[in-house]
């Protein structure tokens, strides 16, 4: 088929009707699909059940003399701390075991900076108008936590090698305002991208013109592939030594989806200066965090490479609900110039642009016929496309069955969308 913008008028009228004809064979089957979260599917939950057993006797519980049924331990068990030392690439004394979020680890953090000064400086809240720099599409609930401090946001945009490093450089060194910047740098939410070598290293060679400024390094898909083709991250905290500013990141992952989401393992690492900021303030908001958790996570992994090998089977349940998005795509979007895509090595999602001024309307369409997608906007701050045009699919939660039906739709409105769009015109 042609190119939708190179057809006549009649042509294009008559492409509505049929695809038209289609979404209301749709829409009378009554689906009832949500694809707006990336929420890990009930297969995926099973790969972990044996962990909840793992832990039965008081003698387990017991560890290096600690009982950990017990009160104590701020930071958490060495055990743990090495498995995430392990995975993020830092020394065990980095780390800091929290709760059963890391998104709640950020927020504390920010939290944490807003109230307490460091660095010399005033605390966040007393110095007027602070920015965050927001590489979009991004993920939405980095947005939501600095919209809730009220922290003015920034757009950058995303380029195939991370964000764009000449925005965020001049920005960063010459604005002294602006305090922090999201990243999710591998595999990122919603993009899948991987940051390159080049990126990592710009990051770590940046000279803030704010003092306090630090980089919110979300690792939530360290470890999370989708094809045989794994890429690697160079490593934040290697490169930001090299260049004496240890203390920029702010690293943070967790197993939520390695095993249970809100019922995993989250964790910080970040510089001992650093570190010691943020403990004086975890050590009045809590005695410790649930140590039972963490045992039950080391006795089901044993260590970092069992944590590795268990993330392969995730991925066999993973990579065909990636390949139909991806096959979905190809086959019924392709050369039609109605929409572009990412294909990625891991994550959670994948990322389609729509066409410009489209994206709500492909949302709308598939929701009227009984399809969730992320709310268009999502993917940027304050929910503003200025495109109209990004939208997050998250194939992980349907079944397989499920998810082929819900992309039918998804490539379905995209085409009916771009159609009425060019008939407007
Ligand atoms: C980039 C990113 N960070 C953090 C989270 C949430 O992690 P947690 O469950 O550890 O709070 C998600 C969940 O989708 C995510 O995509």
Known sequence: MAMYSEMSRE?????????????????????????????????????????????????QCIVN??????????????????????LLECGEDDIMVGG?????????AIACMMHAGFEGCEPWEKQGEIKFLCPSPGYDRHFGVTQYFGIKMVPVP?????????????????????????CVPKYSNPQGITYSDETVTRFAKLKPAAKDFRIMWDNAYCIHDVTDKPEKL???VSECKK????????????????????????AMATSPRNMALFKKRY????????????????????NADGVREHMKKHKAVLAPRFNVVISKLRSQLGGLGVATWLEPNGGYFVSVDVMDGCAKR????????????TGAGATYPYGEDPHDSNIRIAPSFPPVAELEVAMDLFCLSAKLAAVEKLLAQ
């Not at 509505?16 to 707006?36: G, I, T, V």
């Not at 049924?69 to 090495?82: A, C, E, F, P």
């Open 100 to 108: 059963n979020s890391s998104l709640n680890m950020m927020f504390d």
């Open 243 to 266: 260049y004496g500013n240890e203390d920029l990141p702010l690293i943070f992952a967790s197993t939520s989806k390695i095993t249970f989401p809100g019922s995993g393992v989250a």
């Open 11 to 59: 042509e294009l009228l008559q492409e509505k009707l049929s695809l038209q004809k289609e979404y209301d064979e749709f829409k009378s089957r009554n689906l009832q699909l949500d694809m707006s979260r990336g929420k890990p599917g009930s297969e995926q939950l099973d790969l972990s059940l044996d962990m909840l057993t793992v832990l039965n006797s008081k003698e």
């Open 362 to 373: 492909v949302v709308a369409l598939c929701k009227d016929a009984g399809v969730v997608l």
């Open 234 to 236: 160079l490593s934040i």
């Open 65 to 86: 003399g600690t009982d950990c049924r017990n009160y104590g331990i701020l930071d958490g068990i060495s055990s743990m701390k090495q498995i995430f030392a392990d």
């Open 158 to 182: 995303m380029t195939p090698t991370g964000p764009d490093m000449d925005i965020v450089e001049s920005l960063v060194e010459n604005d002294e305002k602006v305090k922090g910047i999201w």
């Open 283 to 302: 050590h009045f908001q809590t005695i410790g965090y649930d140590k039972l958790n963490m045992l039950r996570h080391v006795l089901f992994f044993k």
